[in-house]
């Protein structure tokens, strides 16, 4: 058990270091781009169409630590809650992912993410998104998608030619790390890249933006006072708050 956990954490950590070391360039050049919303007061939408991939939406909207200006973008047919096969057929529905931003505008910034970066839903919303003047920043993995095979039913396009910036998550192949029994591959490893990513594009960000009022931990002491009142400057404006 101990050498499996130490192999685990040990994989995890290279492709954390493989993040820092190979995408500051583009962390750096997101976080430009967030910065610039948040000392205009705007939403930055952050959208995640893949069962998993929706995990890194929550994990920065309403969260301790994060901009209260970040704003979900939300697809219940992409979502495991919503049955975990039909999330897997929907996001390769041709112009699901048009729909889901249909309500963005010029100006607006969207982030994309997606582990492989290559079913119709994270790719439609790209494209679609920068047809609209909306700037996107795409968060997936380049070596996922390339392993995958052309004639894949899930490959729809790739979603770094339809970004203003691309960071590349380093995400495996299959999305795991381990072997733990002759054929059996274990230890997901996307979930926990895409969450780093996004918070280090967010504290890069909000460093450039003084003044960016982010969300406290309910479980501080006045934190649910500060949240009280972080909420007032956008409502009205986040539904799901």
């Known amino acids: 058990m101990t050498a499996l956990l130490r192999t685990y954490a040990d994989r995890l950590c290279a492709l954390v270091d493989a993040i820092v ?15 610039g919303q948040l000392r205009r007061d705007r939403l930055v939408h952050v959208h995640g169409p893949g069962g998993h991939s929706a995990l890194a939406v929550q994990d920065v909207f309403y969260r301790a630590g994060c901009p209260v200006l970040i704003a979900p973008v939300t ?3 992409t979502s495991l809650l919503g049955g975990a096969l039909n999330s897997t057929a929907t996001e390769r529905l041709d112009g699901r992912g048009a729909m889901a931003v249909e309500g963005l505008v010029e100006g607006d910034l969207l982030i994309v993410v997606n582990a492989f970066g290559v079913n119709a839903a994270s790719v439609g919303a790209a494209r679609s998104a920068r047809e609209r003047g909306v700037r996107v920043i795409a968060v997936s993995s380049r070596t996922a998608a390339a392993d ?10 790739e979603l770094p030619s339809h970004a203003d910036v691309h960071i590349d998550t380093h995400v495996p192949p299959g999305d795991v790390v ?20 996004l918070h280090a594009v967010l504290a ?3 460093e450039q933006a003084p003044g960016t009022t982010v969300w406290r931990s309910s479980y501080t002491e006045g934190g649910d006072a500060h949240n009280a009142r972080a909420a007032e400057q956008v409502r009205g404006r986040v539904p799901q708050l």
């Open 75 to 77: 697809d219940p047919g």
């Open 21 to 35: 070391r190979d995408e500051a360039e583009s962390i750096a050049a997101a976080a430009a781009l967030v910065a």
């Open 148 to 157: 995958l095979p052309a004639d894949h039913p899930a490959r729809a396009g």
């Open 178 to 197: 381990l072997e733990v029994a002759p054929g059996v591959e274990m230890g997901g490893v996307s979930t926990a890249l895409n969450s780093f990513v």
């Open 204 to 206: 890069a960000a909000v």
